[in-house]
């Protein structure tokens, strides 16, 4: 008898815990900490370009936000999560989504409803509908619209203190079609330009190549897959193209929609949040492309010269529909499917 307890298995062995039961290696605090690093060529240009107006505006919105999601760990009794990076990076892309010039109350705002209104009262990290940076933005936007809109225009690399208030390229297109005058007279910048950032906008409307440069490393480390960024900007393209071609003098070329504006941020670094993003390929496809559809309409025929930021909230708001028609199918549903109807003739 005592043989034979001996050999018997220990069943504690084949308790299964609760999945997922393969683990990447990653961690918030990894996967956060990926994402600024990717951010940084965009940020050094903006520096370059926007000067010490642009460090006072990132330094407040990051210490804002570190701030505001302490206080309301503190207050709704929740565990520290200031140390998993994702407030610094909510207040990065906050940053990166305001003028230079924003006076210092104008970003501590913004830094409060990012994380309380975009974040805290959802449950926090993980139950956020909305991406809680864009959130922050439209509200700025819509209640402060002279200082959301007063764009600094820099006077070259590194003057970013002497530089001078002006629109933005999408903005200056707008203004030229609204007057009736030819796009040729509204001073667009070039491609060129538009690479580097050398243009007005905000600090994150910065060289297309540096925040191309942080969407290649972002796919390297499997970050972000390419579905929603390459779905986004084609079907910008497609959508302004359009009518690009048929009148030339009225609407921008696609090149110039693709690489002006917040496109490139918000394709690559907001439209990919793993949260308010679908999960499944052919759904983050969905996504990107619902993107692209709402940013060209509105860029060509909304109120605002820029669409990125509504697109995105839009978009947020049908990914549980868009992950519920995307899942894939149950392992066995079909032949269950197959089996009811047998039993049925």
Excluded at 105 to 112: M, N, Q, R, T
């Amino acid at each position: 008898m005592s043989s034979m307890e001996n050999t018997a298995p220990d069943t504690r062995r084949f308790i299964v815990s609760a999945s997922p039961h393969v683990h990447s290696g990653q961690d918030v605090r990894s996967i956060m900490r990926d994402v600024i690093l990717a951010l940084l060529p965009g940020l050094l240009v903006g520096i370059w370009y926007f000067g010490i107006d642009a460090v006072r505006v990132l330094a407040l919105a990051v210490l804002g936000c570190l701030a505001c999601e302490w206080v309301m760990n503190r207050l709704l009794g929740r565990k520290n999560t200031v140390g998993d990076l994702s407030a610094a990076l909510t207040g990065i892309l906050l940053a990166m989504n305001l003028p230079s010039g924003s006076p210092w109350w104008l970003v501590l705002a913004g830094s409060l409803v990012a994380i309380v209104l975009g974040k805290a009262i959802y449950g926090g990290l993980g139950y956020n509908p909305f991406n809680p940076a864009l959130v922050a933005r439209v509200f700025l936007l819509i209640s402060f619209p002279v200082q959301m809109t007063r764009w600094v225009v820099p006077a070259g690399p590194g003057t970013g203190f002497d530089a001078a208030t002006g629109a933005t390229p999408l903005g200056a297109a707008k203004e030229a079609v609204g007057l009736g005058r030819s796009l040729s007279e509204a001073n667009i910048p070039g491609p060129g330009d538009l690479l580097l950032g050398n243009v007005g906008g905000s600090f994150g409307e910065v060289s297309a190549v540096a925040l191309l440069l942080g969407g290649v490393y972002l796919m390297f480390r499997g970050i972000i897959r390419w579905q929603i960024p390459v779905g986004f900007i084609g079907t910008v393209v497609v959508v302004t193209g359009i009518p690009y071609l048929v009148a030339p003098e009225r609407y921008l070329d696609p090149l110039t929609h693709v690489l002006a504006g917040g496109l490139m941020l918000g394709a690559i670094f907001m439209a990919t949040d793993m949260v308010t993003s679908p999960v499944t390929r052919k759904g983050m496809l969905i996504f990107g492309i619902g993107c692209g559809v709402l940013t060209g309409v509105i860029r060509m025929w909304g109120g605002y010269p820029e669409g990125v930021s509504f697109a995105i909230l839009l978009m947020n708001a049908v990914t549980p529909l868009i992950d519920r028609y995307t899942k894939p199918r149950v392992f066995g549903a079909g032949g269950r499917k197959l089996y009811e109807e047998t039993k049925k003739a």
